[in-house]
């Protein structure tokens, strides 16, 4: 019986910068990804840039992005492994996929708020959403929203759906001030 190799962490570390990760998100821009990795990487305190790939003369006829141009980046934010591909004009970024940011305090939240909003889109801005400069949809959300929406007290946790809906940037203390009301 012929014994099948299992590849471990390690051995996709070696053949891939996804670090083993076995689904990476993958972000298509037109013309803005390595802009973009720079800029995502820096407001992490975890951020890295990864490999950079280049287009060639191949496929000209395809891609029509000139050689030497940047065609790929792969980057890290917080453990988690992203590629960023220069693809052309032809799709656009939408709310139906977003990045979930997970907030311990209010600090944080004013932090990832503040930085990825500017130059954003404002009518995108609601309830934690906000979408960033280059169109990509975020929730930056602090931990406690989910335990206090999830409540098994209906009353408590409706408080809180109300207050936040009332939201763009999500803030603590008005959430738990509407948990705690009588």
């Given at each position: 019986m012929k014994k099948t190799k299992i590849a471990t962490a390690s051995d996709n570390q070696k053949k891939s910068?996804?670090?083993?990760?076995?689904?990476?998100?993958?972000?298509?821009?037109?013309?803005?990804?390595?802009?973009?990795?720079?800029?995502?990487?820096?407001?992490?305190?975890?951020?890295?840039?990864?490999?950079?790939?280049?287009?060639?003369?191949?496929?000209?006829?395809?891609?029509?992005?000139?050689?030497?141009?940047?065609?790929?980046?792969?980057f890290q934010i917080e453990g988690q492994y992203f590629v960023a591909l220069n693809g052309g004009p032809y799709f656009k970024f939408n709310e139906a996929v977003s990045f979930i940011i997970n907030c311990n305090s209010q600090e944080e939240v004013n932090h990832y708020w503040e930085t990825l909003s500017e130059s954003g889109d404002e009518k995108a801005q609601m309830c934690g959403w906000l979408k960033d400069k280059y169109g990509v949809s975020w929730q930056v959300?602090?931990?406690?929203?989910?335990?206090?929406?999830?409540?098994?007290?209906?009353?408590?946790?409706?408080?809180?759906?109300?207050?936040?809906?009332?939201?763009?940037?999500?803030?603590?203390?008005?959430?738990?001030?509407?948990?705690?009301?009588?």
């Amino acid at each position: 019986m012929k014994k099948t190799k299992i590849a471990t962490a390690s051995d996709n570390q070696k053949k891939s910068n996804a670090g083993g990760q076995k689904i990476t998100a993958n972000l298509w821009f037109d013309n803005q990804a390595e802009e973009a990795t720079k800029f995502y990487t820096s407001i992490f305190n975890n951020g890295k840039i990864g490999r950079i790939s280049h287009y060639g003369k191949e496929g000209f006829e395809i891609h029509q992005r000139p050689e030497g141009s940047v065609m790929t980046v792969e980057f890290q934010i917080e453990g988690q492994y992203f590629v960023a591909l220069n693809g052309g004009p032809y799709f656009k970024f939408n709310e139906a996929v977003s990045f979930i940011i997970n907030c311990n305090s209010q600090e944080e939240v004013n932090h990832y708020w503040e930085t990825l909003s500017e130059s954003g889109d404002e009518k995108a801005q609601m309830c934690g959403w906000l979408k960033d400069k280059y169109g990509v949809s975020w929730q930056v959300v602090p931990v406690v929203l989910t335990e206090l929406i999830s409540d098994p007290d209906l009353a408590k946790s409706g408080r809180v759906m109300t207050a936040m809906l009332q939201m763009k940037k999500i803030d603590i203390k008005t959430l738990k001030q509407a948990y705690e009301q009588k």
